[in-house]
T-cell receptor
Framework: RKEVEQDPGPFNVPEGATVAFNCTYS??????FFWYRQDCRKEPKLLMS???SGNEDGRFTAQLNRASQYISLLIRDSKLSDSATYLC???????????FGTGTSLTVIP | DAGVIQSPRHEVTEMGQEVTLRCKPI?????LFWYRQTMMRGLELLIY????????DSGMPEDRFSAKMPNASFSTLKIQPSEPRDSAVYFC?????????FGDGTRLSIL
């Protein structure tokens, strides 16, 4: 079983829509969680960390459900510039083992 | 501040040749990671170092792959001999704790 699993999509949504991605992880000892964004032919870049109480950064909201072992990313009021692949990342030991999901592809349509 | 620097950005070579990828981590970061990304398999961790010492190389596909980190500011990933199935984007990332910061990657094509 993979450490981190994501729905690969693709998700095609109109501008202004709200879209949500989920990611499940298998190791209950997972400590830290992140969402990265990767544009086509570019490197992954940190979008936001995911905190236990949930956190928001503008149009983006991240949530963690430890009991069910999943994290989510909600994007409100989608922009064309949000089109990218979103990778969820789980860290098992501080600074050490990072596990990346395979990514969820999002295309925002005009 | 300079980010993670990788070279070359692109490499095209014939199978059987030796390939060396280079990485300079962000100054002060004590972890360095090498990843490979393909459409089929996504982002795969190959090896990572802590304070220049290899910690986990279980992701290195075969003996043809080797990685070194002679000092805190430099690491190499070498493939010898290279094969067409090694074609991928290779990323280096560094961190101090978390999260990781990625370089631009090396796009490798083995003909």
């Amino acid at each position: 079983r993979k450490e981190v699993e994501q729905d690969p999509g693709p998700f095609n949504v109109p501008e202004g829509a709200t879209v949500a991605f989920n990611c499940t992880y298998s190791n209950s000892a997972s400590q830290s969680f992140f969402w990265y964004r990767q544009d086509c032919r570019k490197e992954p870049k940190l979008l936001m960390s995911v905190y236990s109480s949930g956190n928001e950064d503008g149009r983006f909201t991240a949530q963690l459900n430890r009991a069910s072992q999943y994290i989510s990313l909600l994007i409100r009021d989608s922009k064309l510039s949000d089109s990218a692949t979103y990778l969820c990342v789980v860290n098992i030991i501080n600074g050490n083992q990072f596990y990346f999901g395979t990514g969820t592809s999002l295309t925002v349509i005009p | 501040d300079a980010g993670v620097i990788q070279s070359p950005r692109h490499e095209v070579t014939e199978m059987g040749q030796e390939v060396t990828l280079r990485c300079k981590p962000i100054s002060g970061h004590d972890y360095l990671f090498w990843y490979r990304q393909t459409m089929m398999r996504g982002l795969e961790l190959l090896i990572y170092f802590n304070n220049n010492v290899p910690i986990d190389d279980s992701g290195m596909p075969e003996d043809r792959f080797s990685a070194k980190m002679p000092n805190a500011s430099f690491s190499t990933l070498k493939i010898q001999p290279s094969e067409p199935r090694d074609s991928a984007v290779y990323f280096c990332a560094s961190s101090r704790g978390q999260p990781q910061h990625f370089g631009d990657g090396t796009r490798l094509s083995i003909l």
